[in-house]
Each structure stands twice: as structure tokens, then as C-alpha cells.
């Protein structure tokens, strides 16, 4: 019996898929059921699955999460430990591998190859009055987002919008990294938040990831700091498309766009050093064309 491939690929994608929404709503779902506990206050979801942006299917979901809370304790600590132990035994029977992580930075797993789909619940977690210190350019980029016990807590202290100086200070120091062949990023880890810096260099996936979104979210602010609400309101492949006719007709920023859908799909095995020399073009086109900041 002759098999169609087509359909057959077509099937198991679809497959992973559905797997792959379920992950999504069952996290979401066991986080908001915190509220009241272990401390608690509120929870806001971030970036694609949001539902401000259509997700869009892939082998990697981000699943970005706020907490807010009355303090980072053990208390917390463990409740998240065994909402993440829980949540990864029943994403197994999906087939989807699982993390969870309180962490700064584009986190995606250890590994260049993808055997099978992730749900990575990457986490924020403040003090009800910590987002007011958070950099002006993050605030402003989460006022769209909506939380579920104060639905305008972010916008709330969304502040005034990142100017030239913010953009450029932002472009320069991802450049620099890029060039350098090295990041941090800080986890606190559970049960304690005690914090952790991690580093990287070019011999890991993690790093391939930051010269992949690095661009990414410097054009996104670039948009901002012209007032232009098309950075906030399009995915990232209409925001690239439109980003390209109307602001700076780069065709780095596009190749940096197919690269990162493919590392979703297929992990980031061969991406270097091309992704750092596309990422560092991009920047410095970006750097050339900012006004030169008093």
C-alpha cells in the first residue's frame, strides 16, 4: 500500500499542534489557579500566547508569564516546582517536552536538534511595586498586555514610551554581545529565587537564539520610538514586511525572520556563524540611522 507522505506530514503536524495548544492552556490554566495561593496576587501573559498575537505553531512554545506576588519565597518556590513536575507528567503523555524557568532573557532549551515539541513556561515573577523599576522600554512594550485580577496592572505603570537614547543604548550593548560571542542571563532559581548568572558562548543554542531576537526587538522599539502603533499590533512576520516598506528597507531583518521560524521548527544546528553576521548587520544598520543623542 503506497502511503501519501504528503498527508502524512500534514497529519502529524496537525497533531503536534493540538498537543501543543493543549500544553499552552493546561499551563496557563494551573498558574492562574494560583491566585490566593502561595502568594500569589495576579497573573499577566506575554508575547504569542497571549492572545494579542495569533500563535503560531511551531516544534518551541513560549509560554510568558507575570507573576505578581506578596514575596519570592520558598513558599512560592515550591508551589511552582510542583505546578512545573505536575505539568511536565501530563505534557509527556502528550509527547511534549516541558521546562519551567524564572528567568531574564530569550531562554530556549540546551539543545540544536529538536527530537519533539517543548512548552517552555518562561517566568517573570515582581513585587507589586517592582514593574514601576523595570526599564521604560519593557513597561511600554507590556502596556498591552492584560492581567487577570487588575486587568490595566500593566498598563498601570507602562510610563512614557523609550526615546533615542534608550534605542540606542539597547542596539549598541546587543551588538557589542553579539560581536563578543558572549551573554549572560540571570535565573533565580527555585525553591530559594537565589539568583544565578549564566553565560554563554557561541558553542551554545542559547546564544544563537539572542542573535535571533536581538534585531527583532530593537526593530520593534525602533517602531515605538517613532510612535508608530504598528510595532505592537502586528506578528512578526507582518511586522517585518511592513518594518521593511516603511522604515529601513533592510533585507538583513527579513533573513533574521527566516531563520528564527526555522530554529522553531527544527532547532538551531548549522545557524552559526551566519546568524551573528546577519544579526550584527542589521544592528549597525539600525545604529547608523539613529539621531545623534546629546
Not at 99 to 104: A, D, F, M, P, S
Not at 168 to 184: D, S, V, W, Y
Not at 187 to 212: G, I, K, Q, T
Amino acid at each position: 500500500m503506497l502511503i501519501d507522505t504528503c498527508r502524512f506530514a500534514e497529519t502529524r503536524a496537525m497533531s503536534y499542534e493540538d498537543n501543543l495548544r493543549q500544553a499552552i492552556q493546561l499551563t496557563q490554566a494551573s498558574l492562574c489557579a494560583g491566585i490566593g495561593k502561595a502568594g500569589i496576587l495576579d497573573v499577566g501573559f506575554i508575547g504569542n500566547t497571549s492572545g494579542v498575537y495569533q500563535w503560531e505553531p511551531a516544534l518551541i512554545a513560549d509560554i510568558d508569564v507575570c507573576l505578581f506576588v506578596r514575596q519570592k519565597d520558598a513558599v512560592l518556590g515550591q508551589w511552582l516546582l510542583a505546578r512545573a513536575n505536575d505539568l511536565r507528567a501530563t505534557l509527556d503523555r502528550l509527547g511534549v517536552d516541558f521546562e519551567l524557568r524564572v528567568l531574564r532573557g530569550p531562554y530556549k532549551p540546551a539543545r540544536w536538534n529538536l527530537v519533539r515539541p517543548v512548552a517552555i513556561a518562561h517566568l517573570a515573577v515582581f513585587l507589586p511595586t517592582d514593574f514601576g523599576q523595570e526599564p521604560s522600554a519593557l513597561r511600554w512594550a507590556w502596556r498591552k498586555y492584560r492581567c487577570i485580577v487588575e486587568p490595566a496592572r500593566f498598563s498601570a505603570y507602562s510610563g512614557k514610551p523609550p526615546g533615542w537614547p534608550e534605542l540606542l543604548e539597547m542596539a549598541t550593548r546587543k551588538l557589542r554581545r553579539i560581536q563578543a560571542e558572549r551573554i549572560q542571563m540571570t535565573e533565580w532559581e527555585l525553591p530559594d529565587f537565589a539568583s544565578r548568572v549564566w553565560e554563554f558562548n557561541a558553542s551554545h543554542p542559547v546564544f544563537v537564539e539572542y542573535c535571533l531576537e536581538a534585531p527583532l526587538l530593537c526593530a520593534r522599539n525602533h517602531g515605538r520610538v517613532l510612535g508608530l502603533p504598528e510595532s505592537d499590533r502586528l506578528s512578526n512576520r507582518e511586522y517585518v514586511a511592513w518594518y521593511r516598506r516603511e522604515v529601513i528597507a533592510t533585507v538583513a531583518l527579513e533573513k533574521i525572520l527566516e531563520m528564527k521560524e526555522h530554529a522553531r521548527q527544527r532547532g538551531y544546528a548549522g545557524m552559526l556563524p551566519r546568524a551573528k553576521d546577519i544579526a550584527a548587520q542589521y544592528l549597525v544598520e539600525l545604529i547608523a540611522r539613529i539621531p545623534p543623542v546629546p
